[in-house]
T-cell receptor
């Protein structure tokens, strides 16, 4: 069964304390892995897409990496405004060879204290 | 470029009433997806549509739920005879045609069934 597991469920950091969030997945026919940020009461905000093992993407204090079984979201010197829930999702092949649907993990709730 | 638009943002219905949720995709996007987020649960795929076609409805409950994306106008998610268990946040996402698979989410509609 296709599955996405994120750990930890919650993470508390001091401002400037770097850390990593984990996303492990089992899926047949992976088409891509996505990271989103979700603030309370809002829709997920797209961050990164990773397509193949070894790929890395960076945006400000965030860096996403991908292996054959998991992805990491590294947060370097976080600030309080980085506090949010970070969601990982995988895209599997859809029916008829068309774009498929995203399978989401439950997210990691990050709190960064000043 | 306006993002994905959803309305209403909040919807309150009594048990047995109908709920209609609307989604306008980003300009140039021809694929629409609906997801549901229950409290303490991850986002769950419901249905994937293109103009006038349902591509994948494997996540839709068999009864009371339907979706459409007409040639003109927004995509509609319709829930008939709502029950308390339908209370959730419903998110719409859209993606462009081609091989870029990023899905961009709207702000969501929060449905409360009383």
């Amino acid at each position: 069964e296709d599955q996405v597991t994120q750990s930890p469920e919650a993470l508390r950091l001091q401002e400037g304390e770097s850390s990593s969030l984990n996303c492990s997945y089992t899926v047949s026919g992976l088409r891509g892995l996505f990271w989103y940020r979700q603030d309370p009461g809002k829709g997920p905000e797209f961050l990164f897409t990773l397509y193949s093992a070894g790929e890395e993407k960076e945006k400000e204090r965030l860096k996403a990496t991908l292996t054959k079984k998991e992805s990491f979201l590294h947060i370097t010197a976080p600030k309080p405004e980085d506090s949010a829930t970070y969601l990982c999702a995988v895209l599997r092949r859809g029916y008829g060879g068309s774009q498929g649907n995203l399978i989401f993990g439950k997210g990691t709730k990050l709190s960064v204290k000043p | 470029n306006a993002g994905v638009m959803q309305n209403p943002r909040h919807l309150v219905r009594r048990r047995g009433q109908e709920a209609r949720l609307r989604c306008s995709p980003m300009k140039g996007h021809s694929h629409v997806y609906w997801y549901r987020q229950l409290p303490e649960e991850g986002l769950k795929f419901m249905v994937y549509l293109q103009k006038e076609n349902i591509i994948d409805e494997s996540g839709m409950p068999k009864e009371r739920f339907s979706a459409e994306f007409p040639k003109e106008g927004p995509s509609i998610l319709r829930i008939q005879q709502v029950v308390r268990g339908d209370s959730a946040a419903y998110f719409c996402a859209s993606s462009p045609p081609g091989t870029r698979y990023e899905q961009y989410f709207g702000p969501g509609t929060r449905l409360t069934v009383t």
